[in-house]
Structure formats: C-alpha cells, structure tokens
C-alpha cells in the first residue's frame, strides 16, 4: 500500500449520459478536514443513485465532489482534527455523499464502521448504503415490529436483499416481489416467507391470499409510480408505506379514501441530503442493533459481481439490465 501517493485514479463521468461517458482518469489524492477521515478504498458499491448522477438526474450535494459512489470500504490512511476513532490503519466501511469510485476517498469520521468479523474488507463495501437505507426506512420510519408482516418490492436488490434479511432477523414475516423464477426462489432461500414472480402473478391478489385478506403492516417501495395506489391497498390496518424511490415514476392517481379508513402512515425519504449528525444516529444504532448480526454471520451482504474500477461501464450497464441478485462492487 503506497501512503503517500499524490494523485489517485478515479471514475470521471465525462458528460451526462450512456455508460460510456464514465472514464478512468487521475487527480490529486484529497486531504482530510476537521472531522473527516481519508481512506485508501479496496472497494465501492455501485448504486441506482449513481446511475442517476451519471444521466444528470441526481446531481452531487453543492460543494461536493463530482465523483461517483455512495459506499466504500478500506483502510483509513489519513485523519484531519478532532478525529479519535477510527485511527490510522483501520480497516472500515462508509457511507460517503460522493466519491468512492476512486483510489481514495473522504469519510466523514462519525459514519464510519468496522469490517464485521464474518465479512471480507472487500464485500464490506456492499453494506453501507443497503444497510443505511433499509435500518433508518423499515425499522426507524416504518417501525416494523416482531410479529407484524413486511412487503419489500424488488426483492433481489441490494435494497431488498437486505431488507429480506433484517426483516427476518427482527421476527417478521417478509413478502417480496422479483421478476424472474430464479430471483424468486433466491429471495425464499434468503428467508422470504413468499416471493411473487410480478411478471407471471397479480401480487396484490397473492398478497391478499397469502395474509388471508389483512394485509401487510409495511411496505417498502422503490417503485412508485403505479405501485402507489397497489401499495395503499395491500396496507392493513395502521399500515406503513415507506417510499425511498421512484423508478416508475413520482405521479399516481390514488383514491385516499382507504388510506383514511385504514389510518394508513405514509412516509419516506432520501439519504445523500440527510446531514452527518443524522447519519451519524443511524450508523451508531446500526453498529448497535445490526453489527452483531453481521459478526454472528446471521444476515451478510449479498455480492453479484465485482469489477475493476475502470470497467465501471460494465458496472452500470450490469445494474441498468436488472438481471443482478444483491450487490455490484468496483475494486480499486
């Protein structure tokens, strides 16, 4: 490991658009702020966000770096003032606001996390993001409880492997939705009590069956669009619908009378604008609650595919074509 390296490769996302506008290119390796730690990455995970950053759809935070990539893990190299924890030579995971796909990275301090025991300092860069998203979304905002039901859409994403998993752990019962027999009976064997094939069956109506007409207690949604109406009227009773994306768009027609007569919480959110002491809450409850899981060996991250940073193209195109289970990483 070179420590003192003056300039790193990164992904350069040359102007918006296809895949191939994502270049490998080199810049000056940046230095730590008060509160900030630099970290040398082995690895970074590949996000819907980034894609969207790549169109123009999702630009960066202002005064932000350009380069792509929300989540890393690596071995901190560098620490600016005021930081105790983690020290030099630590071998940690992060979310970060932009910038992992690059030798180096920039971390807020207070988010970082340790490599848990049964995961590799590589795979570790797949846990940020899903982990983040899925704990402050199902179990902060929608309050899913041992004994209730859960509904996660797309079920054989980073996002919903995840959510499959932790939902389990905590004593739900999980549904989910994927689009293909294989992703299906992936899901199942992860801990999904039930994983309906959306392009061959009405989910609504096999959700309704498998909840002998109830419904669910909580759905979380990447969908949007004509999910929104779905989604309200598979909720049972004080029912939660968690939005966090909108693949399908962000307008629907809904008839809010069931959300009325069901005293249905909608709610949702996003996780780059959130500031760090809010992130910082989530990482500290989440090496609490979850940590011990990863360490236990219980939940894991799931890894489709690893790429080289500059066949981050590839990366993308993999993720546009949906026909991943889990996880998509670059290694440096």
Known sequence: MNLTAKTMNYIQIEKHGDPEVLKLDSMPVPEPGPGEVLIRVAAAGVNRPDIMQ???????????????????SGTVVGVGKNVSEPALGSEVCALVVCGGYAEYCLAAASICLPIPGKVSLMDAAGLPETFFTVWTNVFDRGQLKSGE??????????????????????????????GTPEKCEFCENLGADAAINYREMDFSAEIKSLTEGRGVDVILDMVGGPYFPKNIRLLADEGRLVQIALMQGSKAEVDFRSLLLKRVTLTGSTLRPRS??????????????????????????????????????????????????????LKT
Do not use: C
């Open 54 to 72: 790549r169109k123009g759809l999702y630009p960066p935070p202002p005064g932000a770096t350009a380069v792509p990539g929300l989540e890393i």
């Open 149 to 178: 039901s859960f509904l996660v859409h797309g079920g054989s994403s980073g996002i919903g492997t995840t959510a499959i998993q932790l939902a389990k752990a905590f004593g739900a019962s999980v549904y989910t939705t994927a």
């Open 276 to 329: 760090v002491e809010q992130k910082t809450e989530i990482a500290q409850s989440l090496r609490k609650n979850v940590w011990p899981l990863l360490d236990a060996g219980t939940v894991r991250p799931i890894i489709h595919q690893t790429f080289p940073l500059e066949q981050a193209a590839d990366a993308h195109r993999l993720m546009e074509s949906s026909t991943h289970i889990g996880k998509i990483l």
